[in-house]
């Protein structure tokens, strides 16, 4: 390692006599003012004064740190967020079919889900389990516990009609709080049964269902099989009266499912929502719009591309605060050490030497408060990360990177002190008397 | 380097110093120093000591004329190359002594070796000597501070030969210290002196300068042998 070297350039002697060549020449041993002489001196200069060296190093450190800090919250946030995703979103899609502004300007589906969709889409790779949904228009009409037509009873708003496939509550994540929720068969026979959501079943007045409570939506009863809960994708379930579709095409007239629920195995979003139209209808697979999950990667993409930017420009700051502070510091060093820097050059160092010895000094403490200030924003970050009970991310490459930024805000501090102190007159210098 | 060569010879330098108003603080000086001579220069302030001894330790460049020190000609040479040179062919010793303070004796004097070029397996034992030679060999870890104004220009004075000089410039190395101390100093001088370095002493003290063989004076520019 030849530091100096690197420092001093060097210039051609063009012109010089012979006998200055070899005394230049001399002068060019080894072991002149080498890398470990530098070292040696720039330690000296900065262990003198501990006490200063901590104020200046702080505002590096608090830089550093804050940078670290802010970027480390932002990866591990980033590990949180797709964790949570993985848990209920990652293995949730939604197809629904394509709509289109026709020219009164109203929303017109172009496509409908067909009736068999379950079944189609099941055979897909990834998917678990699906199950239609459809809105069943009913009007005015009540739904109520009782068929009794009270003009004088204020007037209640009553549960919204549903109809779906037997699979849906698995599809949806849902669970049957008592009695079952209605199969193939209910279906196929259009039995007159229904499943209602919890929030419903309270309204209603219903609590248990093997005594076989009816409903009435008008004046058709239909027996209430269950009650359902938890259908965190769909929480208006909760709030409907739930009934076969089969049913809802015989009673009602049912003219098509509003969308389909896929319940998939993680990590299958993407192929899911490229199988999942061509299943359903192989000649115009653009008619459905596909919502599943985006792959992990492209969603920790997304989150860490908006770092908290605030706190980035905090750190930025925090940096050049201890970017002048190091140059106050260096600059103060310098005025302090006049007699010192005379008596160099006097010695026979060269304007170049005087420069480099600051210019080290400066980034020895801008790479000290780098190592410091990334150190405690790793600790930060990982005390944190342990206090809430997530996985501390942090990306290793960025940390090394945030201590040498220490090191560059050192070196640009360290310019102008440097250069200042390579300008000091040697002569006027030693006899300020300093 | 030729050593039959006198070890500073000035052939009509004038330094001025661009104005306005230009002023010339030196005026065609002629000045031979040969080696062991030991000379001093006196003169008022103002007069250009300062300059006269920027221009001789080689800090500053005459604006006319020739300075060769120890035969070569030092107006050809780059910042780079007069720092070498004058790391290994002058010692200084000031006024102020300029030990730093928070560095033992030995440091001190070993700071010296860093830009002349001393190989350094040889640095440690020359510090040495060079403070046993002015009799502070038993000071070598103290620290600047806690010695005596005489014992620090002894230090000053062993890191000025450390690098084997063959001129010691002393600007007014009695300046701050006794009648008595000072005595021992230029004693100390001349026992170098007597070894074969040339000495040139600036100083304001008649008695310092009246020990010297010769003695210039300095006035308005112009050197006269006294």
Redesign the interface.
Known sequence: MKLPALL?RR?S?A???A??A???D????V???TSQ?LLV?VS?GIG?HTGRLVMTTLGTVLGIASLVVTIGFAQTAAGQISAQFDAVAATQAVVKPGSARSANGDEVATSMLPWDAPDRVERLNGVERAGLIGEVPIGETAVTAVPINDPSAPEVLSPTLLATSEGLLEAVRGRATAGRYFDAGHDARADRVAVIGARAAEKLGINRVDSQPSIFVGERPYTVIGIVDDMERRPDLLDSVIVPIGTARADFGLQSASELQLRIAAGAGALVAEQAPIALDPNTPENFDVQAPRSGSELQESVQADINVVFLVLGLIALLAGGLGIANVTLLSVSERT??I????????????IASQFMVESVVIGLLGGLIGAAVGVFAVVAVALVQQWTPIIDLPMVLGAALLGAVVGLAAGAYPARKASRI???AA??A?? | ??SAAPVVELVDVTRSFPGPPEVRALKSVNLTIRRGDYLSIVGPSGSGK?TL??VL?L??RPTVGEYRLG???TG??????R??????TIG?V???F?L?P??TVL?NVL??T???????HERMPRAKAALERVGLGHRMQFMPTTLSGGERQRVAVA?AVM?SPQLILA?EPTGNLDQRTSGEVMDLFEELNADGLSLVVITHDEKVAGRADRSIRIADGRVSEL
């Open positions: 001093r210039r002697g012109g010089a006599a006998a200055t070899a005394t230049v001399a002068t060019r041993r072991d002149r003012f002489d001196e000296h003198g007699g010192e005379g008596l160099r050059r006097a010695l026979g160092a060269t304007r170049r030497d007159e040697p002569i030693l006899r008397g300093v | 380097m030729n300062s001894l920027n330790g800090l500053d035969g070569v000609l050809a040479l780059d910042e780079a190359q720092a070498g040179l004058r790391a290994r200084f000031f006024q102020a300029h730093l928070r560095r440091d700071l010296a860093l830009y002349s070029g001393v190989p350094r890191r690098a600007d």
